[in-house]
């Protein structure tokens, strides 16, 4: 597939996709959804690859859906074609994706950080939920994201007033896992990638199911599917090789098996 929304490349083990519409500040577009979950796929099904990176530019990680695109359909060709139920399959990665996020993450720009697995964000991001200035309302997910990540009271005024808040306001509210300068964001979420792309493959993706199924499950049952996981993962050559690296005193050498 030729990427025109997109930029994709390998760095080590580490895939960084940056969206690139700096036009219309990397608003999201039917195009941009079509490209993304293509990179994605392969990113996902390849052995090379540990950890992916989602970035945009300084100004903006992304202001939005495409509000240009959406601006004349109706309900019949919202409903209708489900729109934005696409976005799922891009939270369906089973390899981790940061979300690196510089300036502008508004509606949907903020709704796709928060379907990556964790967010870093630079000291000149804002985040926000703006759709009701356009008489609508969050579309992928942004409602339920947004609440569970910093609670209902901060949820709701962001969604009834657009109000932003900048990266200091969300890492205090759990929004973003930590803060970095702007000018450092994208390598410092690449070594953080790299971090992860250095641990055991099926831990790595044993550790991002459970933490989401956190979202999903009451806590016992969570609890269980944690359990039955971690379980899973003593049948692997990698737990034999960690535990005996560890007592060994040296560096474990995954297979992945
Ligand atoms: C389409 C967009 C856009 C968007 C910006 N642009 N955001 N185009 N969809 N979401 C375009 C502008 O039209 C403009 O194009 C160019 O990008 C630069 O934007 P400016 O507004 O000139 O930049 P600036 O003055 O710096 O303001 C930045 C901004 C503002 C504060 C981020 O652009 C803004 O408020 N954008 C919209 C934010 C928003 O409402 N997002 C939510 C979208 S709805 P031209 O051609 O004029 O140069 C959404 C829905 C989710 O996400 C699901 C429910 C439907």
Redesign the pocket.
């Known amino acids: 597939m030729n990427y025109e929304t997109i930029l994709v490349e390998q760095r080590g083990a580490v895939t960084l996709v940056t969206l690139n519409r700096p ?3 990397n ?2 577009n039917g195009r941009v959804l079509s490209e993304l979950l293509h990179a994605m796929a392969a990113f996902d099904a390849d052995p090379s690859q540990g950890c992916a990176v989602l970035t945009g530019s300084e ?2 990680f992304a ?8 601006q004349a359909q109706g309900f019949a060709d919202m409903y209708g074609h489900d729109f ?1 139920a696409g976005w799922d399959a891009f939270t369906r990665t089973r390899k981790p994706v940061i979300a690196a996020v510089a300036g ?1 993450a ?4 903020c ?1 796709v950080a928060m379907m990556c697995d964790f967010i870093l964000a630079a000291d000149t991001a804002r985040f926000g939920q ?2 009701i ?2 008489a ?5 997910g ?1 409602s339920q994201r947004l609440a569970r990540a910093v609670g209902k009271a901060k949820a709701m005024e962001m969604c009834l007033t657009g109000r932003m808040i900048d990266a200091e306001e969300a890492e205090r509210a759990g929004l973003v896992s930590r803060i970095v300068p702007a000018a450092d964001l994208v390598e410092e979420a690449i070594k953080t990638a790299a971090t992860i792309a250095g641990m055991a493959p099926l831990a790595v993706k044993a550790n991002k199911e459970m933490v989401n199924a956190a979202f999903d499950m009451g806590l016992s049952q969570g609890v269980q599917f944690e359990r039955r996981l971690f379980h899973g993962l003593f049948g692997t050559q990698d737990q034999k090789e960690g535990m005996a690296a560890f007592v060994e005193k040296r560096a474990g050498v995954w297979t992945g098996k």
């Open positions: 036009k219309a500040l608003a999201l100004k903006a202001a939005g859906a495409d509000i240009k695109e959406m934005f502008y508004l509606g949907g720009g709704e703006p759709e200035k356009l609508v309302s969050p579309g992928m942004g």
